[in-house]
């Protein structure tokens, strides 16, 4: 099956709906994502088709930098030492209401936007989370605020983060680390899904180690006692570790590979490396089994008698979530209204489900009603969660595939690329949008919104946990 490209008609649907009982700000933001729609479209499929991977986002970041120019925003390249974020904003003084887009691709997913699985580029990268859309629509709801700005209908700052890597180093990281957020009222982030949804569940922290041992080589077979083995330190490592799984919180994640473990059989191994990540729904959790982790590879090497080194490469911490905040959203969401699809394009998702082979669930544009949160967040890390312990952060969760599609699979990267992802722009465009023409206009929504982030951020001072080095940007 051919991928559905309608004309633009397909969406009047979405275009016109809901527009009855708007505000005056808030009927501007629907005008303006209407007027901007082709291009914000053309915007996402750009970069759907770069499918440029972490830190490598030269394209796409550039394209969205530049259209932000020529929309009038005052643009700063290259911030936080990464040659591909960037921050567009327009305006004065407070409030200072951001909003995040990321851009960045998944390895090996390049996939042509069709229901058969087949790549655009044999071997290429693909957005297999969506980030294509991901940018364009935040852009698109900052550039509908700039205009109500620019017309004098808003008094206040917008300001557009160009958020590279997020599928790797997470450089929102590296740009909190530098202090980018910390004048913000609130900031507000989207990410595709398979419901339109308030997004009201946190997520894990994670923190990711290396784990290197250092021993003695010699020959296995004929003097073997003259080695010390690296390998059997990272072995020992990796028993700790699994006998540490009966005595840690439910919530608590831990998984590894081997980076090195020798060359061949009949040369003990004078070096060896595990890889770890620990994750739970707390950061605090994670750092306590850190401290356990740090003692297990001590024990295992003095077992082995070899040397060792734990390296931190990165952490990130656990989204702290906004209800107020979530509040003002959905109800924005439902304003918009759902979002309608074509014969066709239903058609396209029960077939793509099939061919993965899943069960064919439809596609699901409704607005599903605001949740109640979970103590423990389902799997996943993201960098968003840094942010959000810095500045109230809004969330939202808009369908750009069919219901309980694969995530970071083709089935998403075909979606994102044809019109059931081009809805989705819209959708979020208007509905950001929305939101942040409240938080411009109501004082009290964004001092109520404070107030619950004070109360669950608690004593806690946020601190990167990052190695005291810049970025690990490519040389070339």
Known sequence: ??????????????????????????????????????????LS?????????????????KLLADYAEAQGFRVTRGVA??????????????????????????????????????????????????HNMFGAAS?????????????????GTIRFYGTPAEEDIGGKVYMARAGLFNDLDVCLDWHPDYENKAGIQSSQAVIDYDISFKGKSAHAASDPWNGRSALDAAELFNIGINFLREHVRPSVRMHYVYKKAGDVPNVIPEEASVWLWIRDSKRKGVAEVAERMKNIAKGAALMAGVDYEVKLNRGMYELLINETGAKALQSNMNLVGPVSYTTQELAFGDSIMKQYGLEAKGINGSIKPLETTKPDPPGGSTDVGDVSNIVPEISLLATTAP???PWHSWVVVACGGMAIGHKAIVFVSKTLGSTMVDLFENEKLRADI????LKRKGIEVWKAMLPDAPPPVPKN
Do not use: Y
């Open 139 to 155: 852009l698109g709801a900052a550039l509908s605020i700039k205009e109500l700005i620019a017309a004098g209908k808003l008094k």
């Open 45 to 61: 499929d750009q970069i759907w088709g770069f499918a440029e991977i972490a830190l490598r986002e030269t394209k796409s970041s």
């Open 450 to 453: 404070k107030e619950e982030f």
């Open 403 to 405: 219901f309980e599609a």
């Open 1 to 42: 099956m051919k991928p559905v490209l309608l004309p633009l008609l397909f969406f009047s649907q979405l275009l016109f709906a809901q527009k009855t009982n708007l505000s005056a700000n808030k009927n501007a933001v629907f005008t303006s994502v209407e007027k901007h729609q082709q291009e914000l479209i053309k």
């Open 81 to 130: 030492e990464m040659p591909t974020a960037f921050i567009a904003e327009f305006g004065s003084g407070k409030p200072i209401i951001g909003v995040l887009g990321e851009f960045d691709a998944l390895p090996g997913l390049s996939q042509k936007s069709q229901t058969t699985k087949e790549a655009l580029v044999t071997g290429a990268a693909g957005h297999g989370c969506g």
